[in-house]
């Protein structure tokens, strides 16, 4: 299975759960829709950044591709999942909102997958690969020798 295909996939069944439970909140208790919509934005950011920011601290080859395509299956993949979740748990949505969700909606899934990603990517890359901090320990006490140049083009 191709790496983008998961994470697309995972990161489209995690919008459309926020989307869905967002919606639930904002229709049981309006007042509380700041916070917990605050919250769950967070928590969408951080999954995004999290496994991108994991993928470059393993080095899997071709990140960039990878998290851009993904981003662009969650955007589209979510949007369907964000009506049936409404439809199914909240109030009855219908088809008629798949537009608005297969275009702004999509979008801005793409974005929000897309942008924490790349920081991710950015800070996971900075950080030593997993099993290279043992060679730096068993040299931390040692201190190199540096040798003279030899032949420095003055003559004596």
Known sequence: MPAWLLRGLGMAVLHGAAATVLAKIAVLHPTD???SSSIVVALLIGAAALWSAVDAWLRHTDLGRT???AALLAGVVSAPLTVIGKAVFVDQT?????GEALTGGAAFTALMVLIPAGLGMFVGG????PGTGSKKTKTAGKTPSVEEPT???ESA
């Open 94 to 98: 219908g088809v008629s909102a798949l």
């Open 67 to 69: 998290w851009f395509i």
């Open 151 to 153: 032949g420095s083009g």
């Open 126 to 129: 900075r950080l030593d690969p």
């Open 33 to 35: 829709s700041t916070v």
